[in-house]
């Protein structure tokens, strides 16, 4: 030991201290960086070394590893409420614009309907006036329209579901390929150092912004390494291998399925195993919620033709003519393309009023369909009223959103109070880093005044030399 060892303390001192501050400051660069984990540098004495006299001498500081802060279970936590949140949120959002589009306000399925069949009453009161007709056409017109409307408001929702279930897969994707990379990363920096625990923060952020996609599962192996699977075992990520999601168009509705490719032979279809996140709500709305919505308005536009075809048929028009279906008669699609008929087109004194050939004046088929009004008819398989029909719907679609807003803040409020948690854990204080700053440059500084005090000393023991 001597004034070379002194040197050699005093270079590792500021190494040391430098390495600190380097990693504070990092810490103070992103106190506003979401996801951001607290880091620090581990510093521990150095192995003592034994002098010529036999003495153990200390031999400085040295750094044994750069740490960041951050409690496993917590993060756990965040990356599930961040999956149940973001699933809520899209409900919620498709919720409130699937409610618009059913709104009275915008659809006016109730009040058309209820204008149809009162311009009904109205010609049976005067079956041979042709304004009256010309009303029934026009009011049957706006029905249709709104029927239609209503049912490409609700498909281009569906479309877009469907557009956005490919869009959700690819970035998908391009996490799993971050956190790979990430993976090789942490593999190839040596254990413990500061690259480690920057690569650690920049996957858990990773992670948690895939969480809010799909319900996951993973761990940590021994090397820090992260593995990410689905959660009925479908591995996504293992080292820095990536095993991609795919979307393709397949079946009848020529929707996008998610399939998992486990390797280049083969595919599995994991459309209905994902169990949340915005990619299952992107799915069931558009599979379930959408189409069930859908299908209501088709059941409406099939029950309407049906039943007022199948009386308007046996009536006689102005001209003495029957067998004139009101709308056109259709075997699908009902909703899509529900309208009147060519002939009520061409001309409306082919709307029958009578069911008796032989008095024109008369009004019981005016009167009869004018009944389908207020009467119970078959919808869907049910037994209702129109308009008891259209309030239905309406009111599902309100508690379905209201249900979803009322979920959404509810997630929102736990993510909240578990980011909190992991806030006080791994988030930085800028209180706390001041005052290690203070700490470490002050430390530096006396560093660099040993290495001083050395370089005299050994400047004296050369001039003794001489």
């Excluded at 973001?86 to 919720?95: G, I, L, P, R, S």
């Excluded at 009023?353 to 049910?382: F, K, M, P």
Aim: hydrophobic residues 40%; contains cysteine; charged residues 20%.
């Amino acid at each position: 030991m001597g004034i070379t060892s002194i040197l050699n303390i005093a270079r590792n001192a500021l190494f040391a201290q430098q390495t600190s501050l380097q990693v504070l400051s990092n810490n103070i660069a992103n106190v506003n960086t979401k996801g951001y984990a607290r880091q620090e540098a581990v510093l521990t004495e150095a192995d003592a070394v034994m002098t010529d006299s036999g003495l153990i001498m200390g031999n400085g500081v040295r750094i044994e590893k750069v740490m960041s802060y951050y409690d496993k279970f917590l993060e756990y936590s965040v990356a599930k409420q961040c999956t149940s949140m973001e699933e809520q949120k899209t409900y919620a959002k498709f919720f409130s614009r699937i409610e618009s589009v059913l709104d009275e306000n915008n659809s006016q399925l109730t009040s058309n309907i209820t204008a149809f069949f009162n311009s009904w009453q109205s010609l049976s009161a005067d079956p041979l006036s042709g304004v009256a007709r010309l009303d029934v056409a026009t009011k049957a017109t706006n029905l249709c329209e709104s029927i239609r409307n209503t049912y490409n408001e609700l498909r281009t929702l569906q479309i877009e579901t469907d557009n956005n279930v490919a869009n959700q897969v690819t970035e998908i994707n391009n996490l799993l390929a971050s956190i790979a990379e990430l993976n090789k990363k942490t593999y190839e920096s040596s254990a413990g150092g500061s690259e480690a625990a920057g690569f650690a923060s920049q996957r858990l952020s990773a992670l948690q912004e895939l969480s809010g996609k799909l319900n996951l599962q993973y761990f940590e192996d021994e090397n820090g390494g992260l593995t990410v699977m689905t959660t009925d075992g479908k591995s996504l990520v293992e080292k820095g291998n990536v095993y991609e999601l795919s979307a393709e168009k397949t079946g009848a509705d020529n929707f996008y399925h998610v399939y998992w490719q486990g390797n280049s032979a083969y595919s599995v279809d994991i459309t209905n195993n994902i169990s949340g996140g915005t990619l299952k709500s992107l799915i069931d709305l558009r599979d379930n919620q959408l189409g069930t919505f859908i299908d209501d308005v088709n059941d409406l536009a099939q029950s309407l033709m049906t039943e007022v075809n199948a009386i308007h048929s046996t009536g006689y028009n102005a001209g003495g003519t029957t067998g004139v279906n009101f709308f056109e008669n259709m075997t699908r699609d009902y909703a899509a393309n529900l309208d009147l008929s060519d002939e009520i087109k061409t001309d409306v004194n082919y709307i029958a009023v009578t069911s008796l050939a032989s008095n024109l004046t008369s009004n019981d088929i005016a009167l009869a369909i004018a009944d389908l009004g207020s009467a119970d008819v078959t919808i869907g398989g049910a037994t209702t009223t129109y308009v008891t029909y259209t309030a239905s719907i309406a009111s599902t679609i309100g508690n379905l959103s209201q249900n979803a807003q009322n979920l959404s803040e509810y997630h929102q409020n736990l993510m909240d109070m578990v980011s909190n948690q992991r806030e006080s854990i791994s988030g930085v204080s800028i209180d706390e880093e001041m005052s290690n700053l203070i700490k470490f440059q002050y430390a530096y500084q006396a560093a660099a005044r040993l290495i001083n005090t050395a370089d005299t000393l050994m400047t004296a023991l050369m001039e003794i030399g001489r």
